[in-house]
């Protein structure tokens, strides 16, 4: 991940313009909108949309970030939405291409768009999951046609086998791992379709 290491995410917030909060990962209000709500972990926060989202419905979520401009503006989103919710989230600050939950046993651990997240960091994010709890990563697909457009290194993306391909499956069952597509619309109004890796499981009680 030397591509993307703190250096380089501290000069994108810094020069990317302050947005409105973001929605929510798709696939993570597809995949979490039912279940209980619990401890979460949310790795590669960004700005907090995850997290924020996680927190309004009730849980007690632990965002990692490796960029200080990304944690400051998560931080400020989650105030806006009001002390209960901000109450619910631990910033933390930590470089995913080594770092490992010093807690265990959360029953969700979600990490979204992680450049660089291949077997090691699904094999750490796996192991800070709680038995019946449930492990949900999403990359970018090698196919998706805007990503591979900025030039971006291979690190960039992910297929879904290589997400799943740690998973040993006496521990872990409903496995789904597969290329989805979503459409977005840019801000001049341009839409365009985006392929992304998508790894559901749950690991077994």
Do not use: K, N
């Amino acid at each position: 991940m030397a591509e993307f290491d703190r250096a380089y995410w501290e000069e994108r917030y810094h020069h990317q313009h302050a947005a409105h909060p973001r929605t929510p990962t798709p696939y993570l209000v597809a995949e979490a909108g039912d279940l209980a709500p619990g401890t979460a972990l949310d790795a590669g926060c960004g700005e907090g949309a995850d997290a924020i989202w996680l927190a309004a419905r009730g849980w007690r979520v632990t965002a990692v970030d490796v960029a200080d401009g990304a944690l400051r503006r998560a931080r400020e989103h989650a105030a806006a939405q009001g002390a209960e919710v901000a109450g619910r989230v631990e910033w933390v600050r930590a470089d995913l291409a080594g770092w490992r939950a010093l807690e265990e046993g959360f029953d969700l651990v979600t990490s979204s768009y992680v450049h660089g997240a291949g077997e090691d960091l699904v094999d750490r994010l796996a192991a800070a999951v709680a038995p019946g709890g449930t492990l949900l990563v999403v990359g970018h697909d090698p196919t998706d046609p805007h990503t591979a457009a900025e030039g971006a290194p291979a690190t960039a993306h992910v297929t879904a086998g290589r997400l799943a391909a740690g998973l040993d499956p006496a521990r872990w069952e409903d496995v789904m791992a597969e290329t989805r597509s979503r459409s977005v619309t840019a801000p001049d109004g341009r839409s365009s379709t985006l392929h992304d890796a998508v790894l559901r499981a749950r690991r077994r009680g």
